[in-house]
């Protein structure tokens, strides 16, 4: 029982964390879904750090490692967010955005959890 709270309570926390990030006046001045690409990225540098440290430590079935990757990193991302916007751009006609947001989103995803990754070494 204690693993699915750690879960829970790690996922309300990055679900508030997206929430706000969605908030930030700056990232809110065009059309494109920068919230949700920036949640996504923050939460894979996040997700490489900390998995970075347990795999070093041999800490993968920890309670911090519950808490904070499955939990906290997986209420921050949204991949059906990001499904959905790219659904938007489709209906629009706006092919090339989901081009653009899906080749950004891969590539610097893959970028700041390899980067996580080595910083936590």
Known sequence: MKQFLLVFFGGGLGSVFRYLISKIPLFNFSKFPIPTLFSNIIGCFILGIILGYAIKNDHL???????????????????????????????SGEITQ????????????????????QLSK
Do not use: D, H, M, R
């Not at 079935?61 to 790219?86: I, R, V, W």
């Open 61 to 91: 079935s920890s309670p911090q490692t519950l808490l904070l990757a499955t939990g906290f990193c997986g209420g921050l991302t949204t991949f059906s967010a990001f499904a959905y916007e790219n659904l938007a751009f489709i209906k």
């Open 98 to 117: 989901v081009f653009f947001y899906t080749l950004i989103s891969l590539i610097l995803g893959f970028s700041a959890i390899f980067i996580g990754l």
